[in-house]
């Protein structure tokens, strides 16, 4: 969908993804890596919940989205002055964010909704140059394992996953989850964990 296409959801209130509770697997790996207190950037964060959830861990956080609706909403959310917790509307996968670079990325089912291999890349590229040195990428990707379903998020590949990220990021963790974990019906979906790359990714080697 286009930046028009999400700001008509939310202008509608057409967010079956927006459980209001923070995501599962995000408080399982900010509590298992003891990331708290550091700073976040999340993508695509609507109406603030996960931002928010974050913020409340100690993390510095910018949240960001392409709808501008979104941001609104939340924004007010945001009634607690002293959390460490800014939105702003943007389209990431054009623009750079100013106040990086970030110690935890995070996006719940962004990467996934390009279609075309060269924006996931693209996608991917900008979250490398947005993550510290020593930062870490969570994303939550709609899986093309479970049974047919003609609803829900986009469906990718690992194979497609793995060929975007891994010339951008080191992959750290790649594992099978329910997307919805918060709900009865889940989706499965791919739990990624990427760092910053130290040496670039080798050829896959060739026999003679």
Not at 24 to 37: D, I, Q, S, T
Not at 130 to 148: K, M, N, Q
Request: glycine residues 8%; charged residues 25%; negative net charge.
């Amino acid at each position: 969908m286009g930046g028009q296409e999400w700001e008509d959801r939310y202008t509608t209130g057409d967010l079956p993804w927006d459980t209001g509770e923070p995501d599962l697997h995000l408080v399982e790996v900010v509590r298992a890596r003891k990331l708290e207190g550091r700073t976040a950037l999340e993508i695509g964060c609507g109406t603030g919940t996960n931002a928010l959830w974050l913020a409340h861990q100690r993390f510095n956080v910018l949240g960001v989205d392409i709808s501008p609706s979104a941001i609104d909403k939340a924004r007010a959310k945001l009634c607690d002055p002293d959390l460490n917790c800014r939105f702003a509307a943007l389209n990431f996968l054009t623009t750079t964010v100013p106040t990086g670079p970030f110690d935890f990325v995070f996006d719940r089912g962004c990467f996934h909704v390009f279609d075309d291999h060269h924006d996931r890349a693209r996608f991917a590229a900008q979250v490398a140059a947005h993550l510290s040195a020593d930062g870490l990428w969570l994303s939550l990707i709609g899986s093309t394992e479970g049974p047919p379903r003609d609803h829900g998020p986009p469906r990718r590949s690992a194979a497609e996953v793995v060929a975007a990220i891994e010339p951008h990021l080191q992959i750290l963790e790649l594992r099978l989850v329910d997307f919805r974990a918060n709900v009865p019906t889940p989706a499965t979906a791919w739990l990624c964990v990427s760092g910053p790359r130290r040496v670039a990714a080798q050829p896959s080697t060739k026999r003679a």
